[in-house]
Structure formats: C-alpha cells, structure tokens
C-alpha cells in the first residue's frame, strides 16, 4: 500500500488542481446595472427522446450571424458536448422587449426540409443566461384526430418569450415558452418567408442569489422520490444482514471445530487423513497464472477505487452542483492523471512479490490496461460522432491536450509509482509451505464452474444497488440530474460490504471443492 504521506501529497495536488481549474467555483456572479448586456450564449440541439445527441445549434437554419462566435470553454465543457456560441436575441438587464424582430429569412427547400426534420423528431433547443441553463422545443407536429402520418402538419415556432427575474443587480431565473399563434407551417417542401421574432419580459422577486441553482435541484429526480432512496438502502441494508448470517454460520459451525481440532489435539490431527479445503493447503498460495496482468488488474482497479473516493469527497463538499459545465468531466480527467501513481505503486510491488521479473513490462501493461481499450471505444465513438457532426466528437485540439496530460502527467506519475514499488518490495509471506507439484483439480459441478460463479457473486451485489443504479442512468442518459450524493455514497459503502462478503463465502466454498486456483477467481 501506498504511504500515508504520499496520500496527503495526491489530496493536495487534487485539491491544488481543482483550485486552479476553478472546478469550486460556485458560477456566474455577475452584478448588472440597467440596460448592461447579459451574455445568452446558444448551446445545442436534439432530439428531446435521446438526450446523447445534440448537434451545434445554428447547424439548423436558424437566424445566424455572418462570423459566428463562439465561447471559449473548459476541457470538461467540450468533453460534456458543449459547444457555446453568441445567440441571435439580446437579452439586455431589465430591458423589456415586445416582438423584436431578430431577422427575416427566406427558407429554402432544404431550409424547409431540415426544420420539418427536426420538429417530427421533437427537437429542442438549450441555451445560457448568466449560467442559467434554458430550454425549448423547436416547433410542433399537429396529428389532428386519428389521421394518418402522411396527413400530419408541421409547425415551426417563430417567436420566443423569454421570461425572466431578477433580485436588485443580479439574474436569478429564466424561463422560455412560445408563442402558439406565430406558427410556420412546414408540412410542404417550398420556399418559405419567416420573420423570427422574440419577447423579454423581466420581474423583480425576493428569491436571493445564493439560491438561484436550488429550481434545477428541485426539478431534479430525487427529493420527491426520497423515500424510494431510502427504501433502496433498507433493501440493501437487509441483504447485508442476511449475507453477515449466512457467513457467520460458516465460520462458527463449519470452521470452528477445524480451528479447535488444530489448536488443541494436532497429532491427532497429523495421523487423519485431511480432506476439503486442508487437503490443498500445500496449494493455496501457489502464485497465479499470468500474474503480470493479474498484477496490473489489481493495480488499476486500485487506481479506479482511489478516483471514486475522490470523485465522491468532491461531490459531497457540493461540487458537481447541478449543471456547473464539465465540472465532473474535468475531475474525472484529472483525478485519473494524478492517481496514476496509485496504480503503479501497487502493481509493480506486488508483482515483485509474485517474483516477477519483468517489472518494466508490467508497468507497462498496467498503464495501458485501461487506457488502451477506453482509446479504442473512444476512436470509435468518436469516428461516428464525426461522420454525424454531432456535438459529442471532440476537436482535435481537445485530443491533443488529453493526450498531452497522459504523457506529461498521467505516464510519469506510472513510473514514479512503479519505481517506489519496486524499491519497497517484500517477500510474499505465505502462511504455510508451498508444495512443489500442484494437485489436480477434481471434476466440479456445473454450478462451481467460473461462469456461475461469476453470475452468483454478481447477483446480490446488484440486489443491493439497482434502485440507485435506475437513477443514474436515467441521469446519464435522461434529462434527469441526480444531486443526492449523500444516499449515493451510503449505497456505495454497502455495495462494498456486499461484495466482500460473497467473496469471501464463495472463496471458502471454492477450496471447500478442492479447487486451489482461486486468485483469478477473486479478481473477477
């Protein structure tokens, strides 16, 4: 294990890189005076049943300046898939606006054609207002009553109403809706003159500033679903009860009597014949097999613990408030960077307790054991965000800084890690004598083969954590937002106590089977 100092020192540079990216920052705080501009920046478009894609906002023919602006952004922004850029409307402090023509366009066919897209497919659109997400739907589709899709009618809006408040010098809220009257109708492919039009409406509320965000929080999918928070760790606080049972009762009925029978009576002991898991004490702690990846499996899966913990220290201390941009994005790049070191520490010197003597190559295999099919899945998510212009393929100057950080920051920490762990190596201390030929494994049933086994460790563990893990991807891939971390992490501490004891249940009833290769077994 890593040292407590080195630790302190990975928190500090932690908390250091997040000072400086300014990750703790706690948004816009701007204080307006009347008539100032307010920035309104246009983020993207998407169909609103699949929140993944979203493309660039003016890739529609929207009314669009002739250079289009955009807004520089953090590395987490762009990996999050925003792609900000200057709006159409001019949304000035407390300046009130009535149909405001923003411009009149002459929509071509394929103008037509992209908008009446769009609306079947229930497009919408996102915007910033000081920071203040907003959004709203593109147009309309009229299926009037029982008619056939080739009869429906399209409707494009054509006039926005931007609702907004204030309190004194600062903007607190922000709301769109559309004008029902000022359609487009869109259903035929033929040119099409539209006047775009907007309406600004400001009013003055007590709401203070400090909790402008707490809308986006309520509108969230947890406080009225609290007691289903809750019923989820009784559930999971229940299995762990019925797990302690169960492992309780091995251990004082089963073990107990070996243990007595050991301590007190071992030339008894020495002239029976031993059976069950003291039949292959000679052959427990025999050395893996291909324990250079076995190495490296248990050096980056220490690497992803210490980046959860981190991830959830900082959610709990109100980081990841809702929609700060990127905010989780850029921890999770960065955490990952800097506990590299982590992963080096702990699988070079346990692979020198394996007496393992290719170090560097291990070393090597443990860097790239995540990274490398983690690259692949992105080369190919990617190539396709590309071929669709969707606003989740990252610029190339993007990939030039994340691989930038690999190689100045996450690669060298590796090595650091590496190197201390080959220096601090000890010898594996096993508790008996190793023999020199292993046993032969006899046949096991169906039900004590890996794949089994696998799906019964993993059942309970996902028992105790599938209410949770239903909101985080109606998070990841809804338009949810999860804000509750506290529950999540109690969830997170049961899940793991969960995890250990079925290890070690179905640890026992593997020896008990004469099977000593239980190292892989383990892992997995």
């Not at 540079?13 to 000072?19: D, E, G, Q, V």
């Not at 099409?192 to 039009?197: A, R, W």
């Not at 070191?341 to 010197?349: D, L, N, V």
């Not at 529950?487 to 049961?494: D, P, Q, R, T, Y």
Request: net charge neutral; aromatic share 16%.
């Amino acid at each position: 294990m890593a040292s407590p100092a080195a630790g302190a020192a990975s928190a500090l540079l932690i908390l250091l890189a997040f000072a400086v990216a300014g990750v703790f920052s706690d948004g816009s705080d701007h204080r307006y005076k009347a008539g100032e501009p307010v920035p309104l920046y246009a983020n993207k478009v998407g169909p609103f049943h699949n929140p993944s894609e979203t493309y660039r906002y003016f890739d529609l023919p929207f009314c669009s300046p002739e250079k289009v602006k955009e807004k520089s952004e953090a590395l987490g922004e762009v990996l999050n898939g925003d792609r900000l850029v200057d709006a159409p409307y001019k949304l000035d402090f407390r300046v009130d606006y009535d149909s405001k023509a923003v411009c009149s366009k002459k929509l071509a066919k394929e103008d037509v054609a992209k908008f009446r897209n769009s609306v079947a497919k229930d497009y919408y659109f996102q915007m910033y207002y000081d920071d203040l997400p907003l959004w709203g739907f593109i147009g309309k589709v009229d299926k009037g009553t029982k008619l056939p899709p080739s009869e429906w009618k399209y409707y494009l809006y054509r006039h926005i109403i931007f609702d907004i408040l204030y309190n004194n010098d600062r903007v607190i809220e922000i709301n769109v809706h559309t004008d029902q009257s000022a359609l487009v109708d869109l259903t035929e492919d033929r040119e099409t003159d539209v006047e775009f039009l907007y309406t600004v409406k400001w009013k003055e509320t007590p709401t203070p500033f400090e909790k402008r965000m707490e809308k986006y929080s309520s509108s969230s999918n947890m406080p009225h679903h609290l007691e289903v928070h809750w019923f989820s760790i009784i559930n999971s606080c229940v299995t762990v009860l019925l797990l302690t049972g169960f492992l309780a009762t091995i251990l004082m009925r089963v073990l107990k009597n070996d243990f007595v029978k050991y301590a007190h009576d071992e030339e008894a002991v020495d002239d029976q014949e031993e059976s069950g898991w003291k039949y292959i004490h000679g052959d427990v702690f025999r050395f893996p097999k291909n324990k250079s990846l076995f190495s490296a499996a248990l050096g980056t899966g220490t690497q992803l613990f210490a980046l959860t913990t981190f991830i959830f220290l900082l959610a709990l201390v109100g980081v990841f408030y809702p929609y700060n941009r990127g905010a989780l994005f850029t921890a999770l790049v960065v955490i990952y960077a800097l506990t590299s070191g982590i992963a080096g520490y702990i699988a070079t010197a346990f692979y020198c307790q394996l007496e393992g003597t290719n170090w560097v190559r291990n070393l090597l295999l443990t860097g790239c054991l995540f990274c490398g099919p983690l690259f692949l899945t992105f080369c190919f998510l990617n190539t396709v965000a590309i071929a669709y212009s969707a606003t989740a393929a990252l610029p190339f100057g993007t990939i030039c800084v994340i691989v930038l950080i690999w190689t100045l920051v996450t690669f060298p920490l590796l090595v650091l890690g590496g190197i201390a762990g080959k220096n601090s190596k000890s010898e594996f201390q096993a508790p008996c004598r190793t023999t020199k030929y292993p046993r032969e494994i006899p046949p096991l049933p169906w039900y004590r083969t890996t794949v089994p086994q696998m799906a019964m460790a993993g059942f309970l563990p996902f028992s105790a954590i599938y209410i949770e893990l239903y909101y985080i991807f109606a998070s990841v891939w809804g338009h949810r937002i999860y804000t509750i971390y506290s529950i999540l992490f109690i969830v997170f501490i049961i899940l793991l106590i969960v995890t250990a004891f079925i290890t070690v249940a179905l640890t026992y009833f593997q020896l008990a089977a004469e099977d000593h290769e239980w190292w892989w077994r383990l892992a997995t």
